[in-house]
């Protein structure tokens, strides 16, 4: 039988949080010492290597988190390697005699912490997973024939038509015992190397955001006091401020899924205000519908979704349309303006991602996947859920696609979401002058030339 002196290890990953924090509470309830675990790894199979722009918002994260723990009288634990091993190595280092930890939805994700289960189960130490990141889990939401959706509208109809989410849970107070994880071996957090470095590039991701749960929940808050009444109107209107800006703690976790619902449910005020409250429900809705794709579907960020969409013959790829896509530089204002402020900021307006993907994939006849990665790359919301799926559905790819034979084209959607330039001039400095590029395309040619190979697909 175990010590009821044993030190409990709560293992953080995409979660990094203090309030509603399954795993966190269940090991601060049992009275026992704790100590918090974040490994950062980028080394077991399957396990994609973070992007620049999430590797210095993580940094900022765990800063942040370890403030918040330190309140409650939890260290936290830095380490780097192959997660499985690191957790073993910290819960035989520390004599543990329990791990718990937030579930995750990706493939390999997944049979890591399977097979971490069933070993520290196997040795005597209890190991426990919490529901924390989605509002409904991937194997409760299926159809009558017990198929995953491929279709939004009827999925969150599944998902609404049940029970409520369950209420979040507040903050832990202080742990009665404190513990000591000397002996785990703790990385400083400069020793995850996630910061920019020769050169740094973030002074505009610095200028833009304040990582941290503390920061998510005051951005929860200003956005439901401020924005949410204007947000159906106007959340495509990228000049406008009134989107949540969510994503990035979402993604962290600095915030969970279930405190933005009741947050949002609880207040839905007159006409105006419902409505935006319903959109906004209904984007957290999208959010799931990716990972429970991902759930179904790991390799989304590789495979398309659609499978005889992988036999598109993709031209071979110009380099030089590539970057000039990816510096802004095609010649046309908005797509320009959006992958600048991506450039910038780490984040860009959902609108004009829809836009830029598009002229990528459709005008560009270039393969979704370079999209993807740049966007893996420079985004700090980029989740391995979210971003494939997105990708996938604008390429005309994945699951409840946008046709391929939709094209956004980015002169009419300035026209009609920009119409004063206002964006385009935010972002573009040059916009309007000689220093301007001339378009790198005919939009009414290269729409015409992704038909044709679409059709092409559809013929064979």
């Known amino acids: 039988m175990r010590d009821a002196n044993e030190t409990v290890v709560v293992w953080f990953r995409d979660d990094l949080r203090v309030a509603d924090n399954p795993a966190l509470r269940a090991a601060v309830e049992g009275g026992r010492p704790v100590v918090a675990l974040f490994v950062l790894d980028e080394e077991s199979p399957g396990i994609r290597p973070l992007g620049g722009a999430a ?92 198929e995953p959706y491929s279709v939004f509208t009827p999925f969150w109809r599944a998902c609404t038509s049940g029970p409520e989410p369950r209420a979040p849970f507040p903050a832990p107070g202080p742990v009665a015992r404190p513990a000591d994880p000397s002996a785990a071996g703790s990385l400083p957090l400069s020793g995850l190397a996630l910061l920019p470095a020769g050169p740094d590039w973030a002074g505009g991701l610095r200028e833009a955001w304040t990582p941290g749960e503390a920061a998510a929940t005051r951005r929860l808050r200003d956005f439901l006091a401020d924005d949410v009444e204007g947000y159906a109107a106007t959340r495509d209107t990228p000049s406008s401020p009134t989107t949540s800006r969510l994503s990035p703690h979402l993604r962290w976790g600095e915030i969970g899924p279930h405190q ?4 949002a449910a609880r207040d839905r005020g007159g006409a105006a205000r419902g409505e935006g409250v319903a959109r906004f429900l209904a984007e957290l809705g999208w959010r799931e519908f990716a990972w429970h794709t991902l759930y179904h579907f790991p390799d989304l960020a590789t495979r398309s979704w659609r499978a005889g969409f992988d036999a598109f013959a993709w031209p071979r790829l110009r380099p030089a349309d590539l970057l000039a896509w990816q510096r802004g530089r095609t010649g046309f204002g908005l797509v320009d303006a959006g992958m600048r402020e991506l450039w910038r900021t780490g984040w860009m307006h959902n609108r004009v991602r829809m836009v830029t993907a598009s002229f990528l994939a459709k005008n560009l006849l270039i393969d979704w996947r370079f999209g993807e990665q740049w966007f893996w790359d420079t985004l700090v919301d980029a989740d391995a859920a979210s971003n494939p799926f997105n990708w996938q559905w604008v390429a005309g790819s994945g699951a409840d696609a946008a046709p391929y034979f939709r094209v956004f084209n980015p002169e009419l959607q300035a026209r009609k979401f920009d119409p004063d330039g206002a964006y385009v001039r935010g972002n573009v400095a040059e916009w309007g002058t000689a220093e301007y590029p001339d378009p790198i395309v005919d939009l009414a040619a290269s729409r015409a030339e992704a038909l044709a190979a679409y059709a092409a697909l559809r013929g064979r």
């Open 260 to 263: 933005a619902w009741h947050a």
């Open 55 to 146: 590797r210095w918002w993580l940094h900022h994260s765990l800063e942040s988190l370890a403030a918040s723990l330190g309140g409650i009288g939890v260290p936290l634990v830095l380490r780097s390697g192959p997660a499985a091993a690191e957790v073993r190595a910290v819960v035989e280092a520390l004599d543990a005699g329990a791990v718990h930890w937030n579930r995750r939805y990706g493939g390999p994700e997944r049979a890591v912490d399977a097979g971490l289960k069933e070993g520290l189960r196997g040795a005597g130490v209890a190991a426990e997973s919490h529901g924390s990141s989605l509002l409904f889990e991937p194997w409760t939401i299926s159809t009558a024939a017990g």
